[in-house]
């Protein structure tokens, strides 16, 4: 982390957006955080998007669905299926359900609020707010009052190019729909992400090229087109140091030396020790990129092979998060 670069409180946030390339670990981050915010005694939800169920096998539970469930203890979630939010938020507003039936139901017209108007990002993103705004008793919406029923919402984003259009998508409608219903959630939403107090990016990455790349690109278009706030980039799945003194270090040629001359399982050793060593260079390689072109505080999470994946792993991934909590 560069001197100039303030360490990230999350569980200060109200939201936090968990942004990156799919494939890097979006979902067990978002996992990790959300165990180590509930461990912390913090009432919280992870929101997946469109319509995923990640959460319900990293926890060994049935599906989700758009309805909130228990993942853990003060650990929730729920599965945003886009027809499902959209449907909610035009019955509310429209009052009929009548009339979403027959006009927003419309073989024609879904299609168009979706493709042109981009309805369903912004919708979806829409009932993250209401998330966040909800109350114990179920109220929901700004002028809501009693103990908030969340702490904090973890949200699982998709993948890089979908999770920046559903951060883009507020003031995409309000540049569409210039008055009315649509413009004014819009521009609630837009305030919600812009609130540096409440909401949050963390950028997750792995260091090797594309979702390096792929991640200061994104971080390019979230400071230009988005308003919000970028607490700093996680690199998961970082190959451990070898050598954790100069003393090991130092000694390293003459143990290397000493395993092949040896041969058999204390040469295999080496090898692997070498391979370990190589990885962990390339790694360094992207973490300075990150570092230089970002600007951002940076953490390294380690590998958590598949098959170790369960509640206890995620748990001890989530204190590794520990300094930014």
Not at 7 to 23: D, E, I, M, S, Y
Not at 46 to 75: C, H, K, Q
Not at 201 to 226: F, K
């Amino acid at each position: 982390m560069s001197p100039s670069s303030p360490t990230p409180h999350l569980l200060a946030q109200r939201v936090v957006f968990v942004l990156g390339k799919g494939g890097v670990g979006k979902s067990v981050v978002s996992a990790a955080l959300g165990l180590l915010a509930a461990g912390r005694g913090h009432k919280v939800v992870i929101a997946e998007s469109s319509g995923a169920e990640t959460m319900s096998a990293l926890f060994d539970r049935g599906p989700l669905g758009y309805t909130p469930g228990v993942l853990a203890d003060n650990l929730q979630g729920i599965s945003i299926t886009p027809s499902a939010a959209v449907e909610e938020y035009l019955v509310r507003t429209l009052r009929f359900r009548l009339v979403y039936e027959m006009v927003f139901r419309n073989r024609f017209v879904e299609p168009f609020m979706n493709a042109v108007l981009g309805l369903s990002d912004l919708i979806t993103v829409g009932k993250v707010m209401d998330l966040e705004w909800e109350r114990v008793d179920g109220s929901v919406g700004p002028d809501a009052e009693g103990p908030l029923k969340y702490d904090l919402v973890v949200v699982d984003s998709p993948a890089t190019g979908h999770g920046l259009s559903l951060l883009k998508s507020p003031k995409a409608m309000m540049d569409v729909a210039r008055v009315g219903p649509l413009h004014a959630n819009a521009r609630m939403v837009d305030q919600l992400l812009s609130d540096r107090e409440r909401t949050a990016v963390l950028l997750v990455t792995l260091a090797e090229d594309m979702p390096v790349s792929e991640t200061i690109e994104a971080a390019a278009v979230l400071r230009e087109r988005v308003d919000i706030k970028l607490a700093g980039v996680i690199v998961n799945g970082v190959t451990p140091r070898l050598f954790t003194t100069a003393e090991q270090e130092a000694r390293w040629e003459a143990v290397r030396a000493e395993g092949l001359a040896l041969g058999g399982e204390a040469a295999a050793a080496v090898r692997d020790a070498e391979r370990s060593l190589r990885d962990r260079a390339r790694a360094d390689k992207h973490i300075e990129r990150l570092r230089t072109e970002l600007g951002l505080p940076l953490l390294e999470l380690p590998l958590l092979p598949k098959r170790d994946l369960d509640v206890e792993a995620l748990r001890g991934l989530g204190s590794f998060l520990e300094p930014w909590a």
